[in-house]
């Protein structure tokens, strides 16, 4: 029990992050329920979205896998507030998941060569 405590914080600090969890003034009852239910769902909605990505469609090897944090980027930048067109913000997430491959390839090769 004591092990599942650390996922639960990494959970809601996701919360806090991606989806607003933190961002309420809280004044009634109601209105709290009703803003934390829908962080929650958002929260949800992107976590269920990361997962069956990885799952249907799985990243090549020089990509990193969709995450929570770049499908809301890509959710606010395509769909919420949409400031350039939809090509340019997709090949921007593909760059920027090609490079972040590409630095985690760099620290695990490094991370092997200075461990004995």
């Given at each position: 029990?004591?092990?599942?405590?650390?996922?639960?914080?990494?959970?809601?600090?996701?919360?806090?992050?991606l989806?607003?969890l933190?961002?309420?003034?809280?004044?009634?009852?109601?209105?709290?329920?009703r803003?934390?239910?829908?962080?929650?769902?958002?929260?949800?909605?992107?976590?269920?979205?990361?997962?069956?990505?990885?799952?249907?469609?799985?990243?090549?090897?020089?990509?990193?896998?969709?995450?929570?944090?770049?499908?809301?980027?890509?959710?606010?930048?395509?769909?919420?507030?949409?400031?350039?067109?939809?090509?340019?913000?997709?090949?921007?997430?593909?760059?920027?998941?090609?490079?972040?491959?590409?630095a985690?390839?760099?620290h695990?090769?490094?991370?092997?060569?200075?461990?004995?």
């Open positions: 029990m004591a092990g599942r405590r650390w996922t639960v914080e990494e959970t809601f600090q996701a919360g806090k992050g989806a607003g933190d961002e309420h003034q809280v004044r009634r009852w109601a209105s709290w329920h803003w934390v239910t829908l962080a929650m769902l958002a929260h949800a909605f992107l976590a269920i979205t990361a997962a069956a990505e990885q799952r249907d469609h799985p990243a090549p090897d020089d990509l990193i896998p969709l995450t929570c944090n770049e499908i809301q980027h890509l959710f606010a930048t395509l769909i919420a507030r949409p400031i350039h067109d939809a090509l340019h913000r997709l090949r921007w997430s593909q760059w920027r998941r090609q490079h972040q491959a590409r985690r390839t760099c695990y090769r490094r991370q092997t060569a200075t461990q004995p």
